[in-house]
Structure formats: C-alpha cells, structure tokens
C-alpha cells in the first residue's frame, strides 16, 4: 500500500513533511512574519529579549508578556493580583519545587475560576525531555493565557522559549533543514535564563538541544499513505495539516491510535488538544489507543476491524509516524490485501 501516493494534492514525503520543505502549508503565515503568533523566530527573539530585560531589571514577580497567549514571571505575590487580573490569565503553572527558599503558593487573591498547576522543575536545569513533554502537553491544553512562574523567571522563560519554539514553527518554518539558532538568539537565551554572571548553563543547553530535537522529530515525519477504500494513514499533523486535508482530500473523518499518555512527544503541540481541534476543525472524531508495538491482542485487533470497516469516508488513520496504523490495519484485515495489490 506504501506506493500508492496522493496523486494531486502533493502529500508526498519529498514534498510535504521532508527537511527541505515542512511547511509549505503555511506560505501565507510565513508571509506574515511580522505579526505577533506567525513567525516562531520572530517571537523566540521576542521572548529572549523581554526574559533578558526582566533579568536585567530584577523585578522578578512583573508579568512579562512573551506572546498573546504566555506571560512569565519570577515568585508572584499579593501585588500580582491586579496585574493577573488585567492580563487575562486564565491558568497559572508553578515550576519551583517547595522545598526551595522562599517558596509560595499562588496568592489567595486569585479568581476561583483561574486554573493553578503545580509543576516542580529544578532550578538547575538538570530537566529531562519526558518532563518537560509533559509540562508542554499541560501548557497545550490549558486555557489561554497562561502564566508560568518560578523564582526568578529564569525556568519559565526557558518553558516558555520552549514551547514557542516547538509549537509555533509550523506556521513559519525559519528552522527548516538547519535545526540551528543563531549566536545572537543563544546569546540572548544565556542572558535570559542563566543571567549575567553564567555565560553557560544547564538551563541554555537542554532547551537548545530538546528544541532541535523535536524539529528533527517533526521534520522526519514520513508523508501519507493512500489504502484501498478511501482511507488515508498518517503520523502525527499539526492543526494546519489537518484543514488541508479536510479541503484537499475530502477527509471528513479522523481516527486516532496515540495514547494521549504520548502527548507532548514530538513537538507538534496537537494531541493534547486533538479532540477540540477535530471539533473546531469540523471532522468527526475517535480516538482507539494502540500501543507502539505489538503483538496486539484479538480484542483490539477486532476493534480496528470494526473500526475501520464502519467509519465514513474518506477516512484518515494517524499514530505517531504511521506504522503501527499500518502494522495493526493490515494485522485486522479491514482493508483486505487482495485490493492493495
């Protein structure tokens, strides 16, 4: 079935999810690089300035806007009530640990209807990705704005930078094939999360590199397949992929097989939210959790059977890269393989 391809809309790895051209989805966000929310460079540089200045100036628990949807901050107190109030904050994440000096919970004051996350990250920087997936999965599908906190603000203009850098390149695509931040732009990250008198740390280096990481995750990501029976399989797309498809190709349709555990594993901010974003979108939606390797059990192997068999068409099947949708399909027999000849 692999060789079966779009014939017309240009799904094709070469083209649509390869290296060279990620995002030639979005040539009109990218020509829109100026205004605030398309052009992820443009607000990495945005971020890195405002988290530096805040440094600079020591006013620690000021809310610095970073972007229409992520504030930051270093230990709010009562005199932040006003000002989270006035900015619209609509959930709150708490990145100090408790046993750190000086600690505090969110002040009293706060609307009842705000959403509070304790989320402890060490103020060391000595993160791993599968935490900091989580966090950014939290920050996906939380209400917006958010504001994050810690300490100084050091941890959560380093969140924040990451999760700009990852969810937001998609509808500009400066990162394409170089997966490399400028000296300026890593100069500016040093003097926003390590401050003046730590030209390196930890904090710089792991975002630097879970930022590339995940581009090169999303980068490789192979294109779409076409199966017999009006059924398309996928890895994961992003939200902009996905209207594509409902207009180019007719999807009406999307069933998904990434538990939602796997939220925040490649990048892409998508899962987290999927549900709400097939809403938006307009396509009807499932969800059946398949696990990245098999052997499958029969019970879930018949599931996919019925599954795929009853859902309308044209029907998109997705998992993380798209092989264990294939894996499992072709395992059910829902599309007999005497028509992928």
Known sequence: PRSQRSRSTGYKRETRMSTENPCALAKASAEASTDEGHCEEWMLEVIAHNAADAMEKADHNTLIKVHSEIFIAGQIDDSSVTSIHSSGIKSIFNLREAAEEGYAEPPQGLEAAIEKTHYPLPADGTWTDQSVDKLLAELDKCQKPSLIYCKTGARAAAIGFAHLATRTRFNCGKLDGRNQFTP???????????????PECSMRGFVEEYVKKKVLLADGRPGMVQLPGDVWTSGQLS???????????????????????????????????????????????????????????????AKVREMVSSLPRPLLIHCRTGRRVRDIVATSGAIPSEEGK
């Open 239 to 301: 939200e902009a992929e996905y209207k594509e498809v409902k207009e180019e190709l007719g999807i009406v349709c999307v069933l998904n097989m990434r538990p939602f555990t796997e939220a925040g594993e490649f990048g892409l901010g998508v899962l987290a939210r999927e549900p709400e974003i097939m809403r938006e979108i307009g396509l009807e939606y499932h969800a059946l959790p398949v696990p990245k390797n098999g052997p499958y059990e029969e019970a879930l192997v």
């Open 184 to 198: 300026e732009m890593l100069g500016l990250l040093d003097k926003a999360v390590c401050g003046p008198d730590q």
